[in-house]
């Protein structure tokens, strides 16, 4: 099952980011403000857009702020340590790994996740329970984190 990224800004740096977009649904008619730059570039990097009644959209929307756009997106793809370990060696710096445990609320997470990304985290090691998983709402509120996809959690 795909996830979801809703809201305009969360949109507009998923797709800055260069990862994975499967679909972009945006509600029909609107065409003001940066729903147009959204437009722009998930044309150039090709991505699928579809026009969607408001209703529906309504429908399709988790959060209330969906703002008149929602993204679907792969789900979350975990990794190991070892994978973390390589992408430090890969970028030829010490490995820098941040380990949580009973981080339950997604907000605190994605603010964690965005945090971890500017302080240069290669990875975050997470445990496979009392701890909240990557979704819509760890990715909204990390968004501002270009690296979200590319950060490696461990179970």
Avoid: W
């Avoid at 150039?44 to 969607?52: A, D, P, S, T």
Wanted: charge should be positive; charged fraction near 30%; hydrophobic fraction near 35%.
């Amino acid at each position: 099952m795909d996830n979801q990224v809703e809201g305009r800004n969360s949109v507009l740096e998923l797709l800055k980011s260069g990862k994975d977009i499967n679909k972009i649904y945006i509600t029909k008619g609107e065409r003001q403000g940066s729903i147009n730059k959204i437009i722009a570039i998930a044309k150039e990097r090709k991505v699928v857009i579809v026009e969607k009644e408001k209703r529906q959209m309504e429908q399709m929307a988790k959060t209330q702020g969906y703002q008149g756009v929602i993204a679907t997106i792969p789900p979350f793809a975990y990794c190991e340590v070892e994978d973390i370990l390589q992408e430090a060696k890969n970028k030829k710096e010490e490995p820098f790994i941040m380990i949580l445990d009973s981080i339950e609320d997604p907000h605190n997470f994605g603010a964690i996740i965005r945090t971890a990304e500017t302080a240069g985290v290669h990875g975050i090691i997470i445990p496979k329970r009392r701890c909240a998983v990557v979704n819509e709402t760890v990715s909204k509120v990390a968004s501002r984190s270009s690296r979200i996809y590319e950060n490696c959690k461990s179970n």
